[in-house]
């Protein structure tokens, strides 16, 4: 029904992994994606219609986008192009895209399927444009990046983009079960005994990748004893697995956002569990150190002053125990962040301060507070009127004006109810009522 590109001899279908020649031939077997090609859906209707439009496919790795490219051209009875950004050129884009309009001249459409696509530049991104507008190919790009940054406009306001899930476990033990009972594409003939509690074990360890799931069953086949994919056959093949992290991608930031906004809503039992998952999938200790850190000084500050000396220990702490001794300091000063009363309040005093800075430009420094190191600047009025707080009453000279004559009154520093800071509020509301009688008097 649609062809690929030809090569020089065919692979033998039993050559192929498990994972290939289980990709769905059909809507109908695409597990996981009910939300974007389930019954009644709208990319489903138009593909069984065969009215196919460009897009780009945005999911984690293993969701189905080559094979969702690969129905997209079954559907619409075109022939199927694939390159993939990683491996390839301009000159392979040129040459794909010749191919394509050999293809249009004929009355043939071709669905060009670009992997990994916002590895492209902006030029190379560019070129595919034109064959777009005039209709000479179907583009389908697949991206585990999010478009709205790694992909240019013009390209974006050319397909629509179609956002794929990472596939749940039931799911996943679905298309397990179904690569089990398949004699002719799967392991059917094998005979393996599987139960589903070791199924959901392999799907749970894929961690929403079919493609990753299904190569685990496959190892699992081959090392069964008897045909019995039994526990210690699963502890042979989930040995040092991993999770899904990009030490750049949007992966890592989303987790680091996580992390950082369990601390701020205290909840210590996210803190941790972000920390750890960061951990595990490979990011730099040192990096969550200064980012905990920040958060010690943004989130927590006066509210709790403690927090910021615990957070450089933490950090000195792994850095002379290093992993994975020195990641449980990591873990907790995530916790004591976490439960630590929140002030964003000198943060936010300091925002407004520099505001005014930027907006005001450079005021004066009250005479009084100027220093006078020389006679001729004693004699110019440096210093005059400045008042020792030390031996005023109560230790503050309260008639003292600090700040340039254009701000008197202006509130940087508002501290808010919580933890020390509702002592410095009671504090502060007292001591600035008895500057502003001062300054009446």
């Known amino acids: ?44 209707r138009a593909l069984e219609a065969g009215r196919v439009h460009s897009m780009i496919l945005w999911g984690p790795p293993g969701c189905g986008k080559t094979t969702l490219a690969l129905l997209v051209a079954r ?50 991104q560019d070129a595919f444009l034109p064959y777009i507008e005039r209709g000479v190919i179907l583009f389908v790009g697949a991206t585990t990046e999010n478009p709205s940054f790694e992909l240019n406009s013009a390209l974006l306001s050319r ?60 190892i699992a086949s081959e090392l069964a004893d008897g045909g019995r994919i039994d526990q210690a056959t699963l502890e042979q093949v989930l040995a040092d697995r991993t ?68 957070a450089l220990d933490a950090w000195d702490t792994f850095e002379r125990l290093g992993s994975p001794e020195g990641e449980l300091g990591l873990a907790q000063l995530a916790i004591w962040l976490a439960v ?21 430009g450079t005021l004066e420094v009250p005479m009084h507070l100027r220093n006078a190191p020389t006679k001729m600047m004693k004699n110019l009025g440096y210093g005059t009127g400045y008042q020792y707080d030390h031996d005023a009453e109560g230790g503050i000279a309260l008639d003292q004006q600090c700040l340039p004559d254009e701000l008197v009154g202006t509130v940087f520093y508002d501290p808010v109810d919580r933890g020390l800071e509702l002592k410095l509020r009671e504090k502060l509301t007292t001591l600035r009522a008895a500057r502003a009688e001062a300054r009446k008097k």
């Open 243 to 310: 999770r899904r992290f990009d030490k750049s991608g949007e992966q890592f930031y989303d987790q680091i956002s996580a992390l950082h906004k369990s601390v701020r809503s205290s909840d210590p039992d996210a803190a941790v569990y972000w920390l750890t998952r960061m951990l595990d999938g490979g990011c730099d200790p040192l990096y969550l150190a200064r980012r905990l850190t920040r958060m010690a000084v943004e989130d927590v500050g006066l509210a709790e002053p403690r927090a910021w000396r615990m």
């Open 75 to 124: 559907y619409a009875d075109a022939d199927f192009r694939a390159i993939s950004a990683v491996m390839s050129g301009l000159p392979d884009v040129r040459k794909a895209l010749a191919e394509a309009e050999g293809n249009f001249a004929q009355g043939r459409r071709t669905v060009l399927f670009v992997d990994e696509v916002h590895r492209f530049n902006k030029a190379q």
């Open 159 to 218: 397909c629509r983009v179609h956002v794929l899930d990472a596939v749940n476990v039931d799911a996943i033990v679905a298309a397990l079960r179904r690569a089990l009972d398949d004699s002719e594409r799967g392991l059917g003939e094998l005979g393996l005994d599987v139960d589903d509690a070791t199924l959901k074990l392999i799907a749970s360890a894929a961690d929403g990748d079919v493609r990753r799931a299904l190569t685990l069953l496959e």
């Open 1 to 44: 029904m649609f062809s690929q590109s030809p090569g020089l001899f065919a692979e033998p279908e039993a050559l192929k992994p498990l994972a290939e020649r289980m990709r769905p031939r059909s809507l109908d077997e695409v597990v996981g994606q009910a939300r974007v090609v389930g019954e009644d859906k709208p990319l489903r």
């Open 340 to 360: 630590a009363p929140k002030s964003n309040a000198a943060y936010m005093a300091y925002n407004r301060a520099k505001a005014v800075v930027k907006e005001m």
